[in-house]
């Protein structure tokens, strides 16, 4: 299974390479914000805060966070950023499968882009459950692509050379596996799309973007193995989209999946 992946290593370039434009991130607090008032919630509770990059905007609002992260340089970033008004956030060095509160301590958790960075995904949600109160939500801030996807044919090329050399890859829960999971906590689902954003990026950038190794998925790999696969990957890849200096869009469905539980 191995263990949960820190970003620690990734740090100081994490925000610039994760950014997203101001107005989507004002309509994700926004969006934050309404679920928020609806439960009368106190203080949030937000799972892999890393760098606050959804936190801070809160706390500048004037709403109490409570962060949790595995990486302290994450962490330290977050803190380097804070603004000097607002409500500065409480952070906990602390496992996702092992959250350090006691049970019915929030009204509202939330989580971004972490399930399939744990060590134990069905624990991370039990726990996540566990320290809501009885009535409380779980907003689950997520990034869909629909086809047609431009990079769907680049992962394919990459899956076909890991699966030719028999490298085991971490597994990642699919969404319906996650919302089965929930359901079994006896989660009901609302879905609330805050944005849709058109990225754009030429072949080259994104084949770049791969060999800087800027994404998680990259990071399993030690670093020769990485190193022999991408040479394999990038002929198969250039013989594919031709021109590098294309620009090709992507469409990202931006939501909050809003997990009621108990009523």
Request: net charge negative.
């Amino acid at each position: 299974m191995g263990d949960s992946v820190s970003f620690d290593h990734a740090a100081e370039f994490y925000d610039v390479t994760r950014a997203d434009p101001a107005w989507v991130a004002a309509n994700l607090t926004d969006a934050l914000l309404a679920e928020r008032s609806v439960i009368v919630a106190g203080s949030v509770l937000e799972v892999g805060i890393g760098t606050g990059r959804i936190a801070r905007p809160l706390s500048a609002r004037g709403v109490r966070v409570v962060g949790v992260d595995i990486a302290p340089l994450m962490l330290a970033q977050l803190t380097a950023q804070l603004q000097a008004d607002g409500e500065p956030p409480d952070l906990l060095l602390a496992d996702a499968t092992r959250l350090p509160f006691v049970a019915n301590t929030f009204r509202m958790a939330m989580m971004t882009h972490v399930l399939h960075l744990v060590s134990d995904w069905r624990q991370t949600v039990a726990e996540t459950v566990r320290v809501l109160e009885d009535d409380g939500v779980f907003v689950h801030v997520v990034t869909s692509y629909p086809e047609p996807n431009p990079w769907t044919k680049s992962k394919a090329l990459w899956d076909e050379i890991v699966t030719s050399h028999q490298f085991q890859r971490r597994t990642r829960p699919t969404p319906d596996e996650i919302a089965g999971e929930l359901r079994s906590h006896g989660g009901k689902l609302r879905e609330n799309e805050f944005a849709r954003l058109d990225d754009r990026l030429t072949p080259g950038d994104n084949l770049e973007r791969m060999r800087q190794r800027i994404d998680s998925w990259t990071w399993e790999y030690p670093d020769e193995l990485f190193g022999a696969f991408f040479s394999e990957f990038e002929p198969r890849y250039r013989v594919h989209y031709g021109d590098m200096d294309t620009v090709l869009i992507n469409t990202g469905v931006h939501q909050l999946e809003v997990w009621s539980f108990g009523g």
